[in-house]
């Protein structure tokens, strides 16, 4: 039979353990984002570059001020949709990373719970007496904490909902503003023919 030290510097081992596997889980999902993030960043700047040396050289060549204008117009559009795109995938890799994160801290702080749960009904079957009520706030402590972190968990997961649902709002505003704007400038350069 183990003593209460034992039992204590074991859970106490097991609890650095299980936080330093937590730690590694989470920095390198957090690191992969990054590195998906980065990659992304790196091709939407090569595209915007190629792009954009085309767009000018279009608007180079226009015969009249209508042309650019109508040409001005035409490249919005795609831009804007570009800018939507890019938004769309950046809260993609955010919410890969937050169900990564969610699923690991899970997985590890149940069986934290559950092992520091073990340990505190061992050491209650072998506490002297009198000590019910420190057995009592230490199961009550541990079923706090776990109501906290499903909070937490939960509140994360809404968080993440309201960015996709803000991203998706402002993305169709942008996409309607972007429609508007060029069909102004279309009938300006109409009117002005």
């Given at each position: 039979m183990f003593s209460f030290q034992e039992q204590f510097s074991a859970a106490t081992k097991n609890n650095l353990e299980t936080q330093l596997a937590l730690f590694t889980t989470l920095t390198g999902k957090t690191l992969e984002s990054v590195e998906k993030v980065i990659e992304l960043n790196i091709n939407v700047a090569k595209a915007?570059?190629?792009?954009?040396?085309?767009?000018?050289?279009?608007?180079?060549?226009?015969?009249?001020?209508?042309?650019?204008?109508?040409?001005?117009?035409?490249?919005?559009?795609?831009?804007?949709?570009?800018?939507?795109?890019?938004?769309?995938?950046?809260?993609?890799?955010?919410?890969?990373?937050?169900?990564?994160?969610?699923?690991?801290?899970?997985?590890?702080?149940?069986?934290?719970s559950r092992k520091l749960a073990s340990l505190?009904?061992?050491?209650?079957?072998?506490?002297?007496?009198?000590?019910?009520?420190?057995?009592?706030?230490?199961?009550?402590?541990?079923?706090?904490?776990?109501?906290?972190?499903?909070?937490?968990?939960?509140?994360?997961?809404?968080?993440?909902?309201?960015?996709e649902v803000n991203m998706n709002t402002a993305a169709t505003q942008m996409s309607q503003a972007a429609s508007k704007a060029g069909a102004r400038v279309a009938s300006v350069a109409s009117v002005k023919k």
């Amino acid at each position: 039979m183990f003593s209460f030290q034992e039992q204590f510097s074991a859970a106490t081992k097991n609890n650095l353990e299980t936080q330093l596997a937590l730690f590694t889980t989470l920095t390198g999902k957090t690191l992969e984002s990054v590195e998906k993030v980065i990659e992304l960043n790196i091709n939407v700047a090569k595209a915007a570059l190629e792009e954009s040396t085309g767009n000018a050289r279009q608007l180079l060549a226009a015969k009249d001020p209508q042309e650019f204008f109508a040409l001005s117009t035409a490249q919005t559009q795609p831009t804007a949709e570009k800018a939507v795109s890019y938004g769309r995938h950046v809260m993609t890799i955010l919410s890969g990373l937050q169900s990564e994160f969610t699923k690991a801290t899970e997985v590890q702080i149940g069986e934290h719970s559950r092992k520091l749960a073990s340990l505190v009904d061992e050491v209650s079957k072998n506490a002297p007496a009198g000590s019910e009520n420190v057995v009592a706030f230490m199961k009550s402590a541990i079923a706090s904490a776990n109501a906290g972190y499903e909070q937490l968990t939960k509140t994360t997961k809404q968080a993440v909902e309201a960015m996709e649902v803000n991203m998706n709002t402002a993305a169709t505003q942008m996409s309607q503003a972007a429609s508007k704007a060029g069909a102004r400038v279309a009938s300006v350069a109409s009117v002005k023919k």
